[in-house]
């Protein structure tokens, strides 16, 4: 099956520092996700971004279908960013299943 | 209404009791999923359902026994678990297998 990669899997920032997570994928994909986990569990939807550029306010993602990755990123962190991000995807060989990376792990500081 | 809701927040239950969590959206999606996250790991696909019939089962232990019973409803009930199955369940939708996944919140699951 697909694989997929996040780096770094752990990121420690200073509120107000900027970041970039990505995630390599082994193989063409038709949805890439792009989700923050918040300390209680809850998975909130960020981008769904199988190619291009997107921005949301202090977010937004890149994805570089051809030479399959996808990088988000975080500008003027804030506490409230911490948590796991997770980047999930679908090959298009892969029917409805959606295989997620092993997270990176932020911690934004004070 | 853009949101998955899960029934209950946290469920505690012994090796032989019987429960079931609760998975409820109203977004129209006709696919739904059960997830299942450990500690520090990612989350883990159960099952899938399109149009309420079952399209895949990750080869599932029999003591989980997913149900649809409407296109809104999932239900997912839980007999004879074990302590390894204390996790963080997790519900989605979409609107078509192919689309995008939105979550609930979880259900979090302790086996004594």
């Known amino acids: 099956g697909i694989q997929v990669e996040q780096s770094p899997p752990d990121l420690i920032l200073q509120e107000g520092a900027n970041s970039t997570l990505r995630c390599n994928f082994s193989d063409s994909v038709n949805n890439l996700q792009w989700f923050h986990q918040n300390p209680w569990g809850q998975l909130i939807n960020l981008f769904y971004i199988p190619s291009g550029t997107k921005q949301n306010g202090r977010l937004s993602a890149t994805t570089v279908a051809t030479e399959r990755y996808s990088l988000l990123y975080i500008s003027s962190s804030q506490t409230t960013d911490s948590g796991v991000y997770f980047c999930?995807?679908?090959?298009?060989?892969?029917?409805?299943?959606?295989?997620f990376g092993e997270g990176t792990q932020l911690t934004v500081n004070p | 209404d853009t949101e998955v809701t899960q029934t209950p927040k946290h469920l505690v239950m012994g090796m032989t009791n019987k429960k079931s969590l609760k998975c409820e959206q109203h977004m129209g999606h006709r696919a739904m999923y059960w997830y299942k996250q450990k500690a520090k790991k990612p989350p883990e696909l159960m099952f899938v359902?399109?149009?309420?019939?079952?399209?895949i089962n990750e080869s599932v232990p029999s003591r989980f026994s997913p149900e649809c019973p409407n296109s809104s409803l999932l239900n997912l009930h839980l007999h004879a678990l074990q302590p390894e199955d204390s996790a963080l369940y997790l519900c989605?939708?979409?609107?078509?297998?192919?689309?995008?996944?939105?979550f609930g919140p979880g259900t979090r699951l302790t086996v004594l």
């Open positions: 359902y399109s149009y309420e019939k079952l399209s």
């Open positions: 999930a995807v679908r090959g298009e060989t892969s029917g409805s299943r959606l295989t």
């Open positions: 989605a939708s979409s609107q078509v297998v192919t689309s995008i996944e939105f």
